[in-house]
């Protein structure tokens, strides 16, 4: 077992570079920490037994220290419902507890690993079964966290997948702006709200939730951009996936954006059809409807209509969201008080 010399450079990540397993990294910091153990003793046998197990409690200790700081990343703060959906219809269900449970699984192999290594320590005689035993439980530390390398991988990634998303707070209303692709829903959530998503004139510009803060009358709103959908079933891409759980899961209301000029490349009719999947699968969400592109069609429509161009019909597409969410917090009871504010529970953006 070779033991890396003097590099400091350990902090959480275990010192892993890049495209190394995440063992290598924990490793290396686990092992470090134990060469370094100096041990006081009265003879030179117990000054031997003593390394042994300091070499054997340290390395455990600091493997144990970096395993636990994967699953934290997890849990801190709590996942909200919302996040957890997220994550279960990008990485599969149950995904994130399966590599949870194994990484917590070597955590406690570990801890008895060290614990009878100890036992059978203070029992030992001579240096060579000192050595013994370290070397022994130096292979099994090794082989215990290799093993997890997929989990922690995976650990890593949800962690990252989570960074990357916006935190809603529970305490506001979620408006999510949803539709076909290349209809405008970018460009309207940047007439809604200070946001600046990004807009292009071609489909799947927008591929992950992004969250404006807007402020209409008494409530604060987050406006959340949503990735375009095609309403495929099965085909859909992971950005569909992710739309149709921001409005399944977030949503406290959609703004289904429609546009019947065709420049977004999509029939009105298929966009018709999704908007009445979401109806029939999402019964309690309202809906507004909203055809957008004004600018470019002198027709009418029963909807009403906007232009995130010239700005057309902006103002009253406002008061129709605030109409729609003060009609809704009337219907809503309010829940008890202790169950409103959970400490902890939830940390603002910054
Ligand atoms: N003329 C006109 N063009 C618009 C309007 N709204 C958006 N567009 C154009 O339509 C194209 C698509 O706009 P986006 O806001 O990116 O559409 P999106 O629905 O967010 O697209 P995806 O993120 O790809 O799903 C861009 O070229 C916009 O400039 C509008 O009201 N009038
Ligand atoms: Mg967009």
């Known amino acids: 077992m070779r033991m890396a010399k003097g590099r400091e450079d350990r902090g959480a990540s275990g010192g892993a570079r890049p495209g190394m397993p995440p063992s290598s990294g924990i490793l290396d910091a686990a092992f470090h920490a134990a060469y370094k153990a100096t041990p006081h003793g009265e003879t030179r046998l117990d000054r031997s037994r003593r390394r042994a197990q300091l070499k054997i409690v340290r390395s455990a200790a600091v493997t144990v220290r970096h395993l636990e700081l994967r699953r934290r990343t997890l849990t801190k703060p709590p996942l909200t419902d919302f996040e957890r959906e997220l994550i279960a219809n990008r990485f599969g269900r149950d995904s994130l507890e399966r590599a949870d449970r194994r990484v917590f699984r070597a955590v406690s192999r570990i801890r008895g690993l060290s614990a009878e290594e100890q036992r059978i320590l203070r029992k030992a005689s001579g240096t060579e079964q000192f050595a ?208 409103t504010v959970v400490e902890g529970e939830y940390r603002s953006p910054p």
Request: aromatic share 6%.
């Open 132 to 339: 013994e035993s370290v070397r022994r439980f130096y292979g099994r530390l090794a082989s215990f966290v290799r093993e997890v390398d997929p989990d922690l991988r995976r650990l890593e990634e949800i962690a990252r997948f989570r960074k990357s998303r916006p935190r809603l707070d529970p305490a506001l209303p979620v408006i999510a702006v949803a539709g076909f692709p290349n209809v405008g829903k970018s460009s309207l959530v940047a007439r809604l709200s200070p946001a600046k998503p990004k807009v292009a004139p071609y489909p799947f510009t927008t591929l992950a939730l992004e969250v404006g803060h807007a402020d209409l009358g008494f409530d604060r709103l987050q406006v959340l951009d949503t990735p375009g959908v095609l309403d495929r079933g099965r085909a859909a891409n992971p950005s569909e996936v992710e739309a149709e759980t921001a409005v399944g899961s977030a949503a406290t209301a959609i703004l289904f954006v429609i546009d019947p000029t065709g420049t977004c490349g999509y029939p009105l009719a298929d966009q018709e059809a999704l908007l009445e999947r979401w109806k029939a699968e999402f019964p309690s969400v309202p809906i507004l409807e909203v055809e957008t592109k004004a600018d470019l069609r002198s027709d009418r429509s029963p909807r009403m209509q906007v232009s995130a161009t010239t700005g057309a019909g902006i103002e009253e597409l406002r008061t129709a969201i605030e109409t729609m969410l003060a009609q809704r917090r009337a219907r809503t009871p309010l829940p008890p008080i202790e169950e």
